[in-house]
């Protein structure tokens, strides 16, 4: 698609973007602004709001009425008081995510489709369960959803694909199974389709019993946690920055001093000095600035993406 005169590119859930996808849509316009929104900003976009060219604006407040989401962690032989837990709920009228992270044909983990089958006829007979997938047709998706949201549908057992987009008040309970396969983004994503409503939400990581140390980690922080930049933060601990001039969006940056973690609040008062210079000598004119001239000079060119 080509435009005229594109000014303004406005990118929501930017972590679900690429960096040349990011790229190639700024490179539809001249002196293009960029706006992107997350809830939980990947660790490279972290890091470029420390020590890159990006204005940062945060909203902690949640809207009014909504309630903290309630996390709790369960392994997967205990799973049955989950399922009698999520039972209550859609006795009192409410509904309920099951989420997995394959579509079919797990052999050593749970997938969406097996699990739709028995939910529906063995876990809950009574009640209404469907399945959403990303290799469904796009209008059964639709009608599916439809009918989540009007509440024709009470269990909606489904992949990651409702990460985004969903907004269903009525829905109280999400259950992640197999928590530990997922990153600290789309846990933090999931469990935000629940508590958005004003009745109180629950959010059940289910883990395997041979769960890994960097699992234990994750599912740690998401109990601790309900702040989607507290856990961004963390997902930079766990993943490494990736590429400030590159596409790399997650690994470990190597500078020449400094270490982007450990050194963090000296890179924020580092790049507000930078800043600060660029602001009273845009050209480094000034005596006690050429050796940054300087270091500009001899320095390798950024690659095309950075540009």
């Known amino acids: 698609m080509e435009y ?31 706006l992107m929104m997350s809830a939980t900003p990947i660790p490279r976009t972290l890091a470029l709001t420390i020590f890159g060219d990006m204005d940062v604006s945060t909203i902690k407040d949640m809207p009014p009425e909504r309630k903290p989401i309630k996390t709790h962690l369960a392994k997967e032989s205990s799973e049955e008081r989950v399922y009698d837990f999520v039972r209550k709920e859609l006795e009192q009228g409410r509904q309920a995510y ?13 997938d969406a489709v097996s699990m ?35 509440g024709e549908i009470k269990i909606l057992t489904a992949t990651s694909v409702v990460e985004v ?14 928590a530990e396969r997922f990153g600290l983004s789309a846990l933090h994503q999931l469990r935000g389709r629940v508590g958005r409503g004003k009745d109180q939400s629950f959010c059940f990581l289910v883990y395997s019993d041979d769960l890994t140390q960097e699992g234990k980690v994750r599912l740690k922080v998401m109990l601790e946690n309900t702040d989607g930049f507290l856990i961004a933060e963390e997902d930079l601990k ?28 000296e890179l924020v008062r580092a790049r507000a000095d ?20 300087k ?11 950075a540009l």
């Open 4 to 34: 005229k005169n594109l000014k303004l590119v406005v990118i929501d859930e930017q972590h679900r973007f690429g960096v040349t996808q990011r790229a190639l849509i700024m490179s539809k316009g001249e002196n293009t602004s960029l």
């Open 98 to 110: 099951f989420v997995y992270p394959l579509i079919d044909g797990g052999e050593d983990i749970k």
């Open 116 to 150: 739709a089958d028995r939910l529906a006829a063995e876990v809950f007979p009574k009640h209404n369960v469907a399945l959403i997938h990303s290799k469904l047709a796009e209008e059964n998706k639709r009608q599916t959803m439809d009918d989540f949201r009007r």
């Open 165 to 178: 987009g969903v907004d269903v008040p009525n829905a109280t309970c999400m259950v992640i199974e197999h």
């Open 238 to 265: 766990m993943r490494g920055p990736g590429q400030i001039a590159g596409t790399e969006q997650s690994g470990y940056l190597v500078l020449g001093i400094a270490n982007p973690v450990r050194d963090a609040q």
């Open 274 to 293: 930078a800043f600060s210079i660029l602001e009273s000598d845009p050209n480094l004119l000034l005596e006690n600035h050429r050796v940054i001239a």
């Open 295 to 305: 270091v500009l000079e001899d320095a390798p060119p950024f690659s095309e993406v």
